[in-house]
Nanobody, 119 residues
């Protein structure tokens, strides 16, 4: 069992930056792929980014590519999401997720952290 706890959300002006953190506990995180998803009010949850177990491979949604960076520190059991040049449409609850590298679906989820971008 893996427990994920996100932090770092908050209120920021458009064009600003935030860094989200996701700390995993319960099992070693080094064999897990980490991911970030988000859900805006009235919308379905959508993929934002993921990073493979070693941190050597990443993928991003087109909407955040070039602005967001996902990273992973296995020694700290932590996945980060650096968000720069934030836009109003980035406002959402951001969820951390994890899956074993051999699995195809994410099955561990955090409780979410609110990110609000204001004009």
């Amino acid at each position: 069992q893996v427990t994920l706890v996100e932090s770092g959300g908050g209120l920021v002006q458009a064009g600003g930056s935030l860094r989200l953190s996701c700390v995993a506990s319960g099992r070693t995180f080094s064999t897990y792929t980490g991911g970030w998803f988000r859900q805006a009010p009235g919308k379905e949850r959508e993929f934002v980014a993921h990073i493979n177990w070693s941190g050597s491979s990443t993928a991003y949604a087109d909407s955040v590519k070039g602005r967001f960076t996902i990273s992973k520190d296995n020694a700290k059991n932590t996945v980060y999401l650096q968000m720069n040049s934030l836009k109003l449409e980035d406002t959402a609850v951001y969820y951390c997720a994890a899956r074993h590298y051999s699995a195809s679906q994410f099955y561990y989820w955090g409780q979410g952290t609110q990110v609000t971008v204001s004009s």
